[in-house]
């Protein structure tokens, strides 16, 4: 469906501003994720899996990158990895791709309506947010491959 395409285009750009691909010319990569559940911040999601991913093939890249959803609720305030029924009863559903080197915005995508300080408070809790993810992203590699 539209839905399903344009998170698939949103996560190819981000995917292909990251891959180093001169490094392997005529060389095609296929990432595949498969979504099993959507219990809530599911591009976020599915941001962090294509990551983890690109980084388990070993595949060259600029820099690695990680999926933060914010929740905006009415009363203005911020939910971080929000679950489906609080992305319904949500004003905006902010999702942004953090670069780990110097928190840089990949990419970002809205649904609903913030003013901009609003975005501006939302990619600020992102960028904080994503030092836990790049944290985990460390843990988990060092637990692969200390064995």
Sequence with gaps: GVLER???QLLRQTCEAVVLGVLHPR???SLVLQVLSDA???LSCCLNAACMALLDAGLPLATLFCGVTCALQPDGTILLD???RQEQDARAILTFAIASSERKVL???TKGSCSVEEM???LAAAQRAANTIFQFYRDS????YSK
């Design 82 to 84: 929000p679950t489906a």
């Design 120 to 122: 501006q408070q939302c």
């Design 6 to 8: 344009s998170r698939e």
């Design 141 to 144: 590699v060092r637990r692969r």
């Design 107 to 109: 990419m970002a995508t």
């Design 27 to 29: 060389t095609a990569i």
């Design 40 to 42: 809530g911040s599911l």
